[in-house]
């Protein structure tokens, strides 16, 4: 049987749940991978601490810095209505090496995908 999982499963925790049934599990991800020599990825890997990092964590913390971004964009006072026409805005912002962005007809913010496979030894393959 093959299924896929959407990467906000926390694949570590995936992989240790199914042991060795996991092997040939798809899971998509949607933030860069931790080895990408980027400043987003090296300011993540200085902001938490080895043992706490993820895909889950780095999604959370690429979130944070979008949602900075957006409030210096809102200005003094954010309301509501100055925090969404902020964000539909926001055609291409680069965080650091990985753009997104969003309009008011686009709420992707990214269309990065990579797909990475649960080997035989429980570790992950792209």
Excluded: C, H, W
């Excluded at 240790?16 to 996991?22: H, K, T, Y």
């Excluded at 780095?58 to 100055?82: I, S």
């Amino acid at each position: 049987a093959y299924f896929s999982i959407e990467s906000f499963v926390g694949r570590e925790a995936l992989a240790s749940a199914l042991g060795p049934d996991g092997e040939g599990v798809v899971v998509t991800q949607v933030m860069p991978p931790e080895d990408l020599d980027v400043p987003l990825i090296r300011d993540y890997q200085t902001a938490v601490a080895a043992p706490d990092r993820s895909f889950v964590t780095l999604e959370g913390f690429v979130t944070g810095r979008l949602f900075a971004a957006v409030l210096r964009r809102a200005g003094p006072e954010v309301t509501r209505e100055k925090f969404v026409s902020a964000m539909e805005g926001m055609d291409s912002v680069d965080l650091g090496g990985f753009s997104v962005g969003y309009s008011s007809s686009s709420r992707t913010g990214s269309s990065y995908v990579d797909l990475t496979i649960i080997a035989r030894d429980g570790k992950f393959r792209n």
